[in-house]
Structure formats: structure tokens, C-alpha cells
């Protein structure tokens, strides 16, 4: 079975900017550029039938919009217990719309619905149980200034995904483009 979502891809010269920012956190492990993306709807470990219907519906729908996606602040989720290092996504309507018809293709396709909130983001790097809250203050407030990052979205991607511990690396599988 694949395991599969889909996705935005970063530019390489976005990808190269984010990579200033992976280091110096004891227990990170920090994502390769080349597959640092904003992911839309996770569909995970899925049979043919559901990978194969979605890729038809994604080529059928009907995806008219402009995007532009703007990264503002380097963040962490998982507070007390933190478990990612990310890049924050400022959220707009044709991204929240977007991904909204992601998720109905992927429930029409027969995954299960999607039981967190979208929260848009690119993940820089995973962290290993032992990284304490504090150690992750302390990366924030050293990696300075994040200046906002923009970059125009041409198409969205099918990913797939090796089963391995913190994902990578992802092929793309299918593209469709935005027009």
C-alpha cells in the first residue's frame, strides 16, 4: 500500500532559505530541502483502489485559483512537549479552499475524514523525545529574524512516502497544475 497526501511543493530557493534556519538544536532531525512541502490532506497508508480514485478526481477537479503562500515566523508544535520545528504558513482563503476540497476528493475517495485542523505549515525538522521546551525557546529566540518568505503556487502535488521513521523521501507522483 502507498502511503500518500498531497501537497505544495517549496521552491528550491525558498527550500535553500528554510535551510539556514536547521541547526542548532541537540535532537533535531532536520528535513532534507528537497522535501520540505506544505501538506494538504495526509491520506497515509491507502489501498490502490483509494490511491487510483483520488488521483482521477484530482485530475477532474476543476482548480482555478491563484496562490501565493507566505511564510512568516519559524514556530514548534507540541508546546510542553514539542515534536516539530516549523515554518508558519499564513492562511488565506484560497488555501483554506483549497484544501477543503483536498479533504472532501480524499473522503469521496473513501479515507477517513481528517480529524486535526489544517494548520498550514512546513515542517523544518522533527525532534526527538529528550528535547525539552526550553531547548526549543532557546533555538527560536537564537535563529533571529525571520523575514517573510512568498512564493507563487503553480500546481499541486500527489506525494508518496516511504515508511520510515520521520517520512522522506517523498516522490511526487502526480501534478496538477493551478490555472
Known sequence: MPRLFTGLEIPPEIAATLRQFQGGL???????????????RFLGDVDGTVAEDVNAALQAADMR???????????????????????????DPPLTELQAAHERIAREAGAAPERRKFTP?????????????????????????????????????????????GGGPYVVEAAYPLT
Open 26 to 40: 541537540r535532537g533535531a532531525r532536520w528535513i532534507e530541502p528537497s522535501d520540505l512541502h506544505i501538506t494538504l
Open 65 to 91: 485559483c491563484s496562490l501565493t503562500v507566505t511564510l512568516d515566523a519559524l514556530a514548534s508544535f507540541g508546546g510542553d512537549k514539542p515534536r516539530a520545528i516549523i515554518a508558519t504558513v499564513r492562511p
Open 121 to 165: 505549515h512546513v515542517t523544518l525538522g522533527r525532534l526527538r523525545r529528550e528535547v525539552q521546551a526550553a531547548d526549543v525557546a532557546e533555538y527560536l529566540a537564537e535563529s533571529g529574524l525571520f523575514a517573510s518568505l512568498r512564493f507563487p503556487v503553480s500546481r499541486v502535488a500527489l506525494f508518496s512516502a516511504r515508511d520510515s521513521t
